[in-house]
């Protein structure tokens, strides 16, 4: 198996003037038993401009949450869906200039056993209008080439790209 990847990035998009605050962050590469990925959409129109891109699931981990449990809990509120977790497929520290954050991304790649019904609330809706979308390997390597068209697109396909590939060799290698 692997090594969990461990990536240091920094937000070439904004100037950095200062960070006021670290977020403890789970995301996944979620797959089916078809080897088809899962990403949500997000559309937005705010402070990082108006832009639309895929990405993978996830949110922050809440206090006294280990990173494990809060993605089981993001998956099901953003997709619907219950999983196995299969691996940590790393950790991605970026920052986030525009709003004085510094992420800390916990990845896991995880296989998806059941579908549901989806948790969003009010923002993801209302704000970032988030969807599920279905892709292989190859739609998803696209999408992110095609989110690099705005500056938060980048940011997210600088983060997102690596853990994404790392996924696809370890699937590769289970199959």
Not at 44 to 73: Q, W
Not at 95 to 117: D, P, S
Request: aromatic letters at 10%; a negative charge; hydrophobic letters at 35%.
């Amino acid at each position: 198996m692997h090594e969990p990847l461990n990536i240091e990035l920094q937000d070439t998009e904004w100037e950095y003037t200062y960070t006021d605050h670290d977020r403890m962050i789970a995301r996944a590469i979620v797959f089916d038993d078809d080897g088809k990925f899962y990403f949500v959409k997000t559309s937005r129109d705010d402070n990082f401009g108006r832009c639309s891109y895929i990405g993978t699931s996830g949110g922050g981990v809440e206090p006294g949450e280990k990173p494990e449990e809060a993605i089981k809990r993001e998956l099901n509120e953003e997709l619907g869906v219950t999983v196995d977790v299969i691996c940590k497929l790393g950790v991605v520290s970026d920052y986030y200039n525009l709003i004085h954050r510094h992420n800390i991304n916990n990845f896991y790649l995880c296989k998806i056993t059941a579908f549901g019904e989806k948790h969003l609330n009010p923002d993801e809706i209302n704000d970032f209008h988030l969807s599920t979308v279905k892709l292989t390997y190859e739609e998803a390597l696209q999408e992110y080439e095609n989110a690099k068209e705005s500056k938060l697109g980048r940011l997210v396909a600088q983060c997102e790209l690596p853990i994404l590939r790392h996924a696809k060799e370890i699937m590769d290698e289970l199959t």
